[in-house]
Every structure is written in C-alpha cells, then in structure tokens.
C-alpha cells in the first residue's frame, strides 16, 4: 500500500510548511493524533503498519532492526538528555514512514495511557505488523490507569516542576516524567518493552514516547523556554538515521524545544496539566506568603546490600509534627544503585517510616540502560539515579508516630523466579526545606 501525498493531505491535517530541524528539508506540518481516537483504517495507523511491515523486510540502514539498535546504542536515559534524544528520534522515524509509505503527512500517533487505559485493538491484532508476541501475558485486556504503579501521586507536576526535577539531570539523574510515568509503561507492556537494548523493536514504543514526548510538549508551554540551561541547550544529541538511510549527524538541543520546527503538532496537549493539591487556607486568604524557614541536605552511603535509611533531622521532624496549614514542606532527594544487570527488572520503592508506619514517596521499575563498547553517551557510566519527592502529605504519618522518622528504599525484585544476585545500592540523599508562611 503506497498513499498518494494529495489524497493523505485532503484531510486538512496540514496546511503549513516549516523547516523540519530534523535534514533541512520543509515538509508539511504533521498533526499527531491520540491512537484511541483511530481505527485500524485510518490513514496514520494503515501508514504505520505499511512502514513496520516494509522495515521488517529490509536489511539496510532504513530496517526495523537499525531502529532498534539506534535505541540501544545510542539512547539517553536516566539523565537530562532523555526528552531531547527521544524527540528526535521519533522525528526522524516519521520522516522514514513517510517515505517508504508515500504518506507525506504521516504523524506517530501518541497512546495516553490515563485518558484511554486499554491498549487501541488494533496493536493487539494478531494478524497486525503492529502485534508483538512478546508482551506481557494479559495486556491486551489490562487496564492500564488501574495498574500497578500507574495511581501514584509523584508524578510530574507538569505546571510546577522545576528544568531538573522534570528532565532529569547531567550527567546522570532521570527526571520525574521518565522515571515514574515513563519506566511503568515499559514494564507492564513486558516482553521487548523491558530493555532499552530490545524496546524500539515493540510498536507500542512509538507510540508510547509519541506520548512521552506530548508531556513534555505541554511542560513546555506552561513554563516556557527560561527554564532551560544555557549549558544544557548547547549539548547534542546523535545516532539517528535520516529519511535516506545517512547518518544524521549531532543534533543541538536547542533545535529540540519546539515541536513546529520539527515539523509536528498534537491536536491537543496533556489534559492533566495540574497534579498539585489545591490549597484551601482560610475564609478569604488564596495564598500562602513565606516568612521564613530552614533548609537540611542529608546524604547517606549505603552499608552494603539493597536496602537504604535515611533519617531525617531530629529538629525538622519536630518542627513537623507541631505543624499547620501555615507549614510548607519540600522534600526533594534521590537514590543511586549500581548500573549493572541486576537492577534489571525490579522496582525502586521509596518510602517514609516512623513509629512502625510507612507512606510511599515513589515506586518506579528500572530501565537500566547498561553501556556496551561503542555506544554514544554523554554519561551512563556512573550509577543508576531515580527521584523522589514529598509535600504536606506526609503530616498525617508524622502526626500519628512518635520517635525518628526516615526515608527507606529497597529493590524489589520483579522476578523472583531467576533466583539473581541482589541489587547493589550506592547513595541515598535529601533536601528538605521547611518554609514558614502565613495566608494572605
């Protein structure tokens, strides 16, 4: 099936031409699509199963299998550089569909996992190019808004996070979007989804950062380009294959922040864009004015094992305990375990405890991308580094405890029946600032 490039545009899903950013070509803008909103007939998705049906076959620059490798030697992850690399790797791979299709106005759709929590029929087609054997047992019938990991509160804040808190940090430390919202979806998917050196190989991968990347879209329009270092914007990103088979060459970051000069939109952005707690203060008052307050960073080398405790300052809880509405509490840490094969396949989880209590701080699967000879990273030699973060909602727990209280986290191992070695931790650490404030 080749599509004619007048009857694909007919539709009205472009109408302006822009530099792509991606070969210096102009090309119409492409409208990404939500894919529970398509059928196996509409054009992106009859375009896609074409391309990967066509790649499948091929056994030069422009198969399925380079697309792969390309993730597995080349890809950032858990670092600042994730979104920008997997942006243009997605940009890059329309560019191919396109071409090898004849769709000129192909655009990856995106799977949003909490507005439509099944996977679309039409990846989960047996008779499909886009159907990969290899998944999970069950997913096709799983609800993913449901699942294990997907109703956590610390996620990205995508109307207040902070550049690092949200994209991660150089040269290693994911950001809140790829090391909860991102990771899941990899492994519940299972199968290739699990490792980046196999999950480009899966469909579901596209359309998975199709998504990915939308988050990051709607970041960006709420907090706009200040945000972002000068010395992050100047980095590069590489190894991607352009519509012709040829090396791309090294990519700047600052080429990546907007999606239009890419030559792509979303025919709507995030609808989640708030997960803060609204504040209520008194009759009248809409916000809190700071007054004052005290900051602590403590950070804790691990003693051997997979496990960590962090105490936390004896005067900060105190301080805690007796708290009001007036009290604002920002806990931001992070933990640090061995980058090496048996932090594969479990899940971070990161927990406050006090008096015989706990409340979870965050729970996140690895995806451990673990360096070969060759690969081109900026980074990925040093430790395997996840966020976490708290507010107010740890009072109720400190409320109800007497004594210390610390934040513990442990590998749990989510494949107990491969009997592995342990997972190795490094390093536990967190700033906790308490702010006082009164409502005006």
């Known amino acids: 099936m080749r599509m ?25 803008v492409r409208i990404r699509k939500g894919a529970g909103g398509l059928t196996a007939s509409s054009d992106d998705v009859v375009a896609f199963a074409e391309a990967v049906r066509i790649m499948k076959r091929r056994r030069d620059a422009l198969s399925w299998d380079r697309q792969t490798q390309i993730h597995h030697r080349a890809s950032q992850h858990n670092n600042g550089l994730f979104l920008p690399w997997h942006r243009q790797q997605l940009a890059h791979f329309e560019r ?7 769709h000129d106005a192909f655009a990856m759709p995106y799977w949003d996992w909490q507005e439509h929590r099944f996977l679309p029929a039409w990846i989960t087609d047996r008779n499909s190019p886009l159907y990969e054997r290899e998944r ?39 950001g809140m979007v790829e090391g909860y919202g991102h990771n899941h979806i990899h492994q519940l998917m ?8 196999t999950s480009a190989r899966d469909p579901m991968f596209w359309l998975h950062h199709s998504n990915v990347d939308r988050v990051w879209a709607t970041w960006h329009g709420l907090s706009g380009k200040a945000l972002y270092p000068a010395e992050w914007t100047a980095l590069t990103v590489t190894g991607f294959v352009d519509a012709d088979g040829g090396e791309a060459g090294a990519l700047p970051v600052v080429g990546t922040l ?32 700071p007054t004052g307050g005290q900051s602590w960073t403590v950070r804790v080398a691990a003693s051997g094992g997979g496990r960590m405790t962090l105490t936390l300052p004896d005067e900060a809880v105190a301080r805690m ?3 009001d509405d007036t009290l604002m509490i920002a806990g931001e ?27 979870s701080l965050g729970s996140s699967p690895t995806f451990v991308h673990i360096p070969e000879a060759g690969d081109g990273h900026h980074g990925h030699r040093g430790p395997y580094v996840m966020p976490f973060r708290f507010g107010e909602e740890v009072l109720n727990l400190l ?24 997972a190795r931790a490094e390093w536990i650490e967190l700033t906790l600032t308490l702010t006082e404030t009164r409502w005006a």
């Open 399 to 422: 409320a109800a405890s007497d004594g210390p209280a610390a934040v513990t986290v442990f590998a749990e191992d989510l494949a107990p029946e491969l009997a592995r070695p342990g």
């Open 4 to 28: 004619n490039r007048r009857a694909a545009l007919a539709g009205g899903a472009a109408a302006a031409i822009v530099g792509t950013g991606v070969a210096g070509a102009q090309t119409p």
């Open 96 to 102: 191919i569909v396109a071409k090898l299709t004849g």
């Open 258 to 289: 907007e999606t239009r000069p890419l030559g792509y939109e979303y025919d709507r952005l995030y609808p989640f864009p708030v997960f803060n707690v609204i504040e209520q203060g008194p009759p009248g008052a809409t916000r809190r004015v």
């Open 190 to 197: 299972g199968g290739a989804m699990r490792h980046p050196r």
């Open 333 to 359: 840490g992070a933990v640090a375990y061995a980058r090496e094969a048996a932090l594969e396949d479990r899940s971070l989880e990161i927990s406050m405890t006090a008096g015989g209590r706990e409340r």
């Open 321 to 323: 305990r007796e708290a």
């Open 136 to 174: 999970a047992r069950g997913v096709e019938t799983l609800d993913f808004a449901a699942a294990r990991w997907a109703e956590s509160p610390y996620t990205a804040k995508l109307a207040s996070d902070g550049f690092e808190t949200f994209c991660g940090k150089l040269p290693e430390g994911a």
